[in-house]
């Protein structure tokens, strides 16, 4: 049974940066395995925005492409989302999830959740 725990959420204004952080247990975070970032907007269904797959295979989503930036820790099996020039349209509660599968499928088929952590941009 993995463990996620997000952090680094918070407020900040249209073009800084975050950085969020899941720190995994009882999942290997730098791994075969597919292990992403994902975001839920008021309203809008959750999205993936970037993830990590069959261990080297990595995608981001059209909105965040050249902007954010994930990555893997293996010695604090910690995976990471570099968040730059951030937009209004970025607000929403992130999420880090992954399954027991190399690829990552659509939103439903991740197998286990952080409880996710909030970023507001205000413009």
């Known amino acids: 049974q993995a463990l996620l725990v997000e952090s680094g959420g918070g407020s900040v204004q249209t073009g800084e940066s975050l950085r969020l952080s899941c720190a995994a247990y009882?999942?290997?975070?730098?791994?075969?395995?597919?292990i992403a970032w994902l975001r839920q907007a008021p309203g809008n269904e959750r999205e993936t925005v970037a993830s990590?797959?069959?261990?080297?295979?990595?995608r981001y989503d059209h909105s965040v492409k050249d902007r954010f930036t994930i990555s893997g820790d293996a010695a604090n099996n910690t995976l990471y989302l570099q968040m730059s020039s951030l937009k209004p349209e970025d607000s929403g509660m992130y999420y880090c999830?992954?399954?027991?599968?190399?690829?990552?499928?659509?939103?439903?088929?991740?197998?286990?959740w952080g409880q996710g952590t909030r970023v507001t941009v205000s413009s």
């Open positions: 990590i797959e069959n261990g080297d295979t990595i």
């Open positions: 009882g999942h290997t975070v730098v791994s075969q395995y597919c």
């Open positions: 999830a992954t399954t027991r599968k190399y690829w990552c499928g659509g939103v439903n088929d991740f197998d286990y």
